[in-house]
């Protein structure tokens, strides 16, 4: 058992799902229009990482010192309002059966709206990127129908027929 104060990393291994036992939630953001020298390894596209989990932690022998008059609550909400604000917004509106509005649900405040359409369901969702739109899509086959934007629907009609041709 560690006393106050300990910490000992490295020695212990991940024994669970990461979406339940991570102990940190956020994301690293790679925008678009570094100069050619900063675009390496993760930098070379933009791009948006989960973090999830710390690999290595150090106790470094610096100290740290609050500024006079600083408020973290105040600090953190401003912060995480701006955050919010320039994180990346990819728009996408589908018809679909009822059976897929549960999981279009499950993304809670990426539901922008949701109408009754005849006996389907016509709905609109924030992603981060198309690519995550584009996914989504193709994961309920013919139990939804792309609307809008037209790029969309011309790239997950695209991967349709890619995924006929190699399945003949």
């Not at 405040?109 to 006996?119: A, V």
């Not at 990127?129 to 989504?136: K, P």
Request: hydrophobic share 40%; glycine share 8%; with cysteine.
């Amino acid at each position: 058992m560690l006393g106050p104060g300990e910490l000992r990393a490295g020695g212990f291994e991940r024994g669970g799902n990461t979406k339940t036992h991570g102990i940190v939630r956020g994301e690293f953001i790679v925008h678009d229009g570094l100069p050619a020298n900063l675009r390496h390894g993760i930098f070379a596209e933009p791009r948006t990482y989960r973090v999830s989990r710390i690999h290595d932690v150090a106790i470094l022998p610096d100290s740290a010192v609050c500024p006079p008059g600083f408020a973290l609550a105040e600090w953190w909400d401003r912060s995480s309002a701006e955050f919010r604000e320039h994180l990346p917004r990819y728009y996408a509106t589908f018809r679909a059966d009822d059976s897929v509005m549960r999981w279009a649900r499950y993304r809670g405040w990426r539901l922008q709206e949701e109408t009754p359409d005849g006996n389907r369901v016509r709905f609109r969702l924030r992603f981060d990127v198309a690519d995550e739109a584009r996914q989504f899509a193709l994961s309920f086959g013919p139990e939804i129908e792309v609307l809008e934007p037209a790029e969309l629907r011309e790239a997950v009609l695209s991967a349709a027929r890619e995924i006929l041709l190699r399945s003949v």
